[in-house]
């Protein structure tokens, strides 16, 4: 991927291998059709690239991509890949119990998504962590359980996880509305998205100054390394070497997407426009599982599938109110037969984020990390009601979930 972010902001002159992509403007559809989908391809950092394929000046791709698809609703988000980082990815479901203060999320590290369920005590969570620390990570969330914070909670490994590609065809530019025909959805035969397999084949040698540029794509997936050196006040030839040559030569970037803006990144009253939705299949067969695989693929509001261990499968998706009831329609008619085995959950938007990388987690000397979740943040004893002593959570804690903002700035809470 080395020429999708290679320029240091210069103008390409054309030196660097391109991808064998098709130019885009050999398809008869809108400017922003074909820049949207030469995105997906080749990335955003490399303005000069995206030019070339699409027949666009360099700095009208420029000015596209940092003004224009704001203004139609739209953003570009940047997928890592969790297994060459070493990570082993999990589905964490939890029933919660009140606390004034905080809650076991705020105690929690390595969470990526954290979803709560509308009306109950109920979290969907996704978390990703170094495969070494797989057990000490779940007996952590049993101390969360012993301390009150928890009532009871399931972890399930990942085995694939898959990005689905923005459906431009169903996305009206004109008027920064989707434009769907669920028709047309239902004839689509082939499955898309950027996959990433699990578990993790090895433990890439890391540093700090690749896991920060790691942390600068995902905030700002247009940025290049000259702009990360400067933010970083590092030497702008250690920063390209340690993207091409630790960043890019891993694949730890998986690719780039376009997607809906979060409405929790924005306007707290444009939050309501979107229902996120979380559809958990448990126990499928496996022709079963890769009838409801291709069926929440067609979806164009899926963002995250999940291929989950012994038969489950894990699909999140960001519906428009105003196709909600469409798509909840096309959803029971095609899971009909499976009903049993879906739970359809719709998640709290204020109450909802994706999380970037666990930067704080990464030490200088000894790499990834990971801290015992109460200790962390400090316990204090305190004599129960039967006599005994219970543990008390202190109200101080470094960098919740909340704090450490990826698609979405909210605070996850209780009521």
Not at 95 to 117: E, I, M, Q
Not at 203 to 222: A, G, M, N, R
Not at 297 to 326: M, R
Request: charged share 25%.
């Amino acid at each position: 991927m080395s020429e999708f972010y290679s320029n240091d902001g210069e103008v390409d002159d054309g030196s660097t291998n391109s991808p064998s992509v098709e130019p885009a403007e050999n398809i008869p559809r809108s400017t922003e059709y074909l820049l949207v989908e030469t995105i997906r391809r080749v990335g955003v950092s490399n303005y000069s690239l995206i030019a070339r394929l699409t027949g666009l000046n360099s700095e009208t791709v420029r000015y596209k991509v940092n003004r224009q698809l704001s203004r139609m609703g739209l953003g570009v988000k940047v997928s890592l890949d969790y297994s060459n980082l070493g990570f082993s990815m999990s589905v964490l479901d939890v029933r919660a119990r009140y606390h004034p203060n905080r809650t076991w999320a705020d105690y929690c590290s390595y969470l990526t998504f954290v979803g709560k369920v509308m009306g109950s005590d109920r979290y969907l969570c996704i978390y990703a962590l170094p495969h070494r620390f797989k057990k000490k990570y779940t007996d952590e969330l049993t101390s969360l359980q012993t301390s009150g914070l928890i009532e009871q909670f399931e972890s399930t490994d990942v085995m694939w996880a898959r990005n689905p590609p923005f459906r431009s065809e169903f996305y009206d530019f004109d008027h920064s509305r989707w434009n769907i025909d669920w028709e047309r959805v239902d004839t689509a035969e082939k499955e898309m998205g950027l996959t990433t397999l699990f578990p993790c084949k090895e433990d890439p040698k890391i540093d700090s100054i690749d896991v920060k540029i790691i942390l600068s794509l995902q905030e700002d997936p247009t940025i290049n390394p000259a702009k990360i050196a400067k933010q970083l006040g590092a030497n702008p030839r250690t920063i390209r070497y340690h993207y091409l040559e630790h960043v890019v030569k891993a694949k730890l970037i998986l690719g780039n997407n376009v997607r809906r803006v979060d409405p929790t990144s924005g306007d707290q009253q444009q939050q309501g426009n979107v229902m996120k939705v979380a559809l958990s299949f448990k126990e499928l067969q496996q022709e079963e599982a890769n009838a409801m695989q291709k069926i929440c693929n067609k979806i164009p509001f899926t963002w995250l599938e999940l291929k989950v261990a012994n038969g489950g499968y894990l699909a999140l998706l960001e519906i428009p109110v105003q196709h909600f009831q469409d798509t909840v329609q096309y959803i029971e008619g095609k899971t009909e037969p499976l009903q049993k085995k879906l739970d359809f959950l719709i998640l709290d938007s204020f109450k909802t984020q994706s999380l970037n990388i666990p930067y704080e987690m990464f030490d200088l000397e000894r790499g990834w990390r990971l801290m015992p979740f109460l200790r962390k943040h400090g316990t204090e004893r305190e004599e129960g009601s039967d006599g005994g002593e219970k543990k008390v959570l202190q109200e101080s804690a470094p960098l919740s979930p909340g704090q450490r903002q990826g698609q979405g700035s909210m605070v996850v809470s209780q009521e």
